[in-house]
């Protein structure tokens, strides 16, 4: 079954900064604190997504629908009751919150781990679709494969794709006879062009597609491992060593001229238990930051160094929580958006703005900020970065465009079995600008992480975030 509603912005797969009252720690086994409201009970269209809920006897079961399907997804179960609005917890772990508007004809669905809220809207029942059984034979699968991207996927113009011209082109080679290889080939042939870090196919263990934007390299546990060190001996030394936390994903140490250097390569997997979710990983981020962002500390910083060159995302309110502490006042972050009409790409929700806040009750680092990217921060490390354009004060980004994707990644099934991801959403500046596509460009470009950096034992990004720094605070 496909993940409810799609994951955290992640690489190849990805946020409220408090949700209402009781969800945040909600779980499984949580008994409800009241009687359940009747009210949710029904059907409901999600503005967008491509997706109908169905809410009953305190289950919530997802379908995914196109103009010529239906599949069954995902199923949250009831885990806490605070009037109208009732929490959940999904098959793969998400925690999210319904809540029903006093009209009894609209709801609005949040994630924990998400900042943005999707609406909802009562319809009578389930599409006609959902009540056919939908054959798995390639042809259908194709048809459901095609149909999913041109209802959902917002890029096509921006990618120079006609997909209405791809869909013509293949369809005509796939029939009967044609065996899973040759189908995941001819997806593979469809998807290629986009250059998409959130798209995504799984046609069974032997068979995975998804790529980097050409020129970048996709972050990896190995390539983090091999960056870091790198770091440590050409950077930092043997002086300066790194303090890790959140299972070496998050990273500190003090520099010469009273400045700081953070690394951070993802914004999840801080604990062991994969199926820790959110509410642990939050835990543990605020944990590090506590650690890391002391009084005493944030008194003396002249200057900090946020490292996202190798980041590969994760959730996106683990980096606002992150960029809540590197400012007293709060400000716009960006306004986030999701294609709702099948037709019409150009067509989205209406804008959410979304706000980073500072943190109450602990220190905030308010000084001169140099943020490195390149081409391996993606998602939600960029989300992060997006999220740091308008904070006040002196920041300046350092090196590389971001990878350049941003949406959650919208999970579907397809008739035969196979599993595929697309983005659906966009984050804009306060102008209406996306880097979709092109990434966040640097303020001062800097080689990151090139064969000729390391070949003259070079990091010309890090000694221009020092340099710059030290500018700023002499």
């Known amino acids: 079954m496909t993940k ?11 946020t409220l900064l408090a949700t209402t009252a009781g969800i945040a720690s909600a779980t499984a086994d949580t008994a ?8 949710q009970d029904g059907v409901w269209q999600v503005d967008g997504y491509g997706t109908v809920l169905t809410i009953e006897n305190g289950t919530l079961q997802q379908y995914d629908t196109t103009a010529i399907s239906c599949l069954k997804g995902s199923t949250a179960t009831r885990a806490t009751v605070d009037g109208d609005t009732i929490g959940y917890q999904a098959d793969n772990s998400r925690v999210l919150a319904v809540r029903v508007n006093p009209n009894r004809r609209q709801a609005t669905l949040h994630f924990t781990d998400a ?37 959902n ?70 390539l983090d491992t091999r960056i870091k060190a790198y770091i440590q001996e050409r950077d930092l030394g043997a002086d300066h060593p790194l303090t890790e936390y959140g299972q070496g994903r998050i990273s ?17 997997g801080y604990v062991e238990d994969p199926k820790g979710g959110y509410t642990v990983n939050a835990a543990e981020l605020d944990r590090a930051l506590n650690a890391i962002l002391t009084t005493e500390r944030v008194g003396r910083l002249r200057g900090l160094i946020v490292d996202l060159r190798v980041n590969g995302g994760g959730a996106d309110n683990l980096g606002l929580n992150l960029a809540a502490r590197l400012t007293d006042r709060p400000y716009f972050a960006y306004a986030k958006q999701a294609r709702n009409d099948p037709l019409d790409p150009t067509r989205f929700t209406r804008a959410q703005p979304i706000q980073v806040r500072p943190t109450p009750g602990v220190p905030h680092y308010t000084g001169p900020l140099a943020v490195l990217t390149g081409g391996s921060t993606v998602s939600a490390g960029e989300t992060f ?48 600008r996306t880097f979709d596509g092109t990434g966040i460009p640097p303020h001062i470009t800097e ?22 720094l030290r ?3 002499n």
């Open 115 to 151: 900042p943005d809220h999707r609406n909802l809207r009562r319809v009578a029942a389930l599409p006609a679709a959902c009540s056919r059984p939908l054959p798995g034979d390639p042809r259908t699968t194709f048809d459901v494969f095609w149909r999913t991207f041109a209802e």
């Open 252 to 268: 500190y140490t003090d520099l010469p001229d009273g400045q700081g250097y953070l690394r951070v390569s993802g914004f999840l």
């Open 385 to 432: 970065t997006q999220s740091l354009m308008n904070r006040p004060g002196h920041t300046v980004r350092i090196g590389e465009a971001t990878q350049g994707v941003f949406s959650d990644v919208l999970d579907r099934a397809l008739p035969n079995g196979w599993q595929f991801g697309l983005p659906n959403e966009v984050f804009r500046t306060r102008d209406g």
């Open 153 to 222: 996927y917002p890029f096509f113009a921006a990618k120079g794709v006609d997909w209405q011209a791809v869909g013509d082109r293949y369809r005509p080679r796939v029939g009967p006879n044609t065996t899973d290889d040759e189908l995941f080939a001819i997806f593979r042939e469809m998807l290629d062009p986009l250059d998409d870090a959130h798209l995504y196919l799984s046609g069974g263990p032997n068979r995975f597609f998804a790529e980097a934007r050409p020129g970048t390299t996709a972050p990896t546990p190995e």
């Open 471 to 473: 500018t700023r605070t």
């Open 32 to 39: 409800p604190r009241e009687r359940p409201s009747p009210h």
């Open 4 to 14: 409810l509603l799609g994951t955290c912005a992640t690489v190849a797969a990805a």
């Open 447 to 468: 080689p990151v992480f090139t064969d000729e950096e390391f070949t003259h034992h070079k990091d010309s990004a890090f000694d221009r975030a020092t340099a710059e």
